[in-house]
Structure formats: C-alpha cells, structure tokens
C-alpha cells in the first residue's frame, strides 16, 4: 500500500481563520479523497481531488469553504476556510494507489485533528 | 444509494477471546466490495479486509476473516484470538459503482485483559 503523509498532524485554531492541509503520497494516484469525521462520527466524504481538474464535491461541501488543490499525482491539498467550532474534526485524506485486493481500495493517511475555538 | 448498518455501538471481549462485530447493507449496485477499517484513539484509519460481491470464498487476512453472507447482505467481520492492541473503533463501509466509500457508524472494541 501507499505510503501516506498528513500535515499537520493537529492544530488549535481561532474562529474566523483558515487552515490549509497537506497530503502527500509517497507514489503517483489517480484518485485522492478527503474526508472529514465530527467528534463520535463516522467518516463523511467532502471531495475527490481531481489532478489538473476542479475538485468534485459532495452535497453539503462547497469549495469556497473547502478549497482544495490536486497540482500533481502524489499532493493534494485541503483549506478549511473562514473556521467556526463546528469545524472541529478530524480530517483525513485518503488514495486509491490499485494496489489493493480490489483496484478501488482506499488508504487513509494518518488524519489532521482540528481543534477550532 | 447505498447504506451501512452497524448495530452495536460498543462491544467487549475477553483477552484471546473471538468476537464478531455486525455489518448489514443495502445497495442496488450489482457489483460492489465491502471493506473493514480500524480506527485507533490516534485517529488514522487502518485497511483490514476486503470482500468483493462476487468472490466465492469470505476472506481471510491473518485473525480478520469477514463471514459473508450475500442473501442476508450482511459482512461481519471476526476477530479471533484478540488482543488488548484491538481495543478500536471498527469501521465497515462499502464501495459501489461509484467508487466512493460509505460507512458505518462505527462499532467501539474494547479487549479486556
């Protein structure tokens, strides 16, 4: 499987601020997902991170508040924008290398744990 | 769409004991695989097991083996032999035609020594 790197790891940040996500992925994907999971959640997608291409959101996600670049097959990055407490998640990004016992699955990196006050 | 029911939102076993932990779901989608994550109080999430709709056999990965039973739509993941490292959030979620991952609410694992 793919080797998967999130910064930062966790981060307390202040209303009305923004934060911006790093995901790097030690060989070239096609497919980068990001996630968020709320405090005893499960795991909602936010988007696909699309190389070259517009990110594609999920109902409920939109990209002035979730901003993200895909500049290249193996980076990917997600803002959260214009933070509010609600925010406080995990958030983890995940690849699909093809590697799997199944071509579409997934591996999570280790997940940024955002504390908004 | 589709839809993951995870029953039981804590379950306890004794050390080097088996558990099974419950996964139902509903999908229209002919063609689908069903994954099982764990999710340790540090928050990464750990691939564990894989079963695609139309594999013959359930799948095995070392303790993990997932009891596959399609006319039920059900995928429980078993545990043989715990250990106290299983102490975990366990996910279950599906991957359809659409190539996204659904999940589960999640189930709390707690190994007892």
């Known amino acids: 499987s793919a080797v998967i790197s999130q910064k930062p790891s966790r981060d307390i940040c202040q209303r009305g601020t923004s934060l911006t996500i790093q995901c790097q992925v030690d060989?070239?994907?096609?497919?980068m997902f990001w996630y968020r999971q709320q405090p005893g959640q499960s795991l909602t997608l936010i988007a696909t991170?699309?190389?070259?291409?517009?990110?594609?959101?999920e109902s409920g996600f939109v990209i002035d508040k979730f901003p993200i670049s895909r500049p290249n097959l193996t980076f990917s990055t997600l803002t959260v924008s214009n933070m509010s407490p609600e925010d406080s998640s995990i958030y983890l990004c995940s690849v699909e290398p093809g590697t799997g016992p199944r071509t579409d699955t997934q591996y999570f990196g280790p997940g940024t744990r955002l504390t908004v006050l | 769409a589709q839809k993951i029911t995870q029953t039981q939102p804590g379950m306890f076993v004794q050390e080097k004991e088996a558990v099974t932990l419950d996964c139902t779901y509903d999908t229209s989608d002919p063609s689908y695989g069903l994954f099982w994550y764990k999710q340790p109080s540090s928050g990464e999430m750990i691939f564990l097991i894989y079963?695609?709709?139309?594999?013959?056999q359930n799948a095995t990965e070392g303790r993990y083996s997932l009891n596959f039973q399609k006319a039920r739509k059900s995928a429980n993941l078993v545990i043989s032999a715990s250990q106290l490292g299983d102490s975990a959030m366990y996910f279950c979620a599906m991957a359809g035609s659409a190539r996204q991952l659904t999940f589960g609410s999640g189930t709390q694992l707690t190994v007892l020594p």
């Open positions: 060989s070239q994907v096609t497919m």
């Open positions: 079963q695609g709709s139309y594999d013959q």
């Open positions: 991170a699309n190389q070259g291409s517009e990110a594609t959101y």
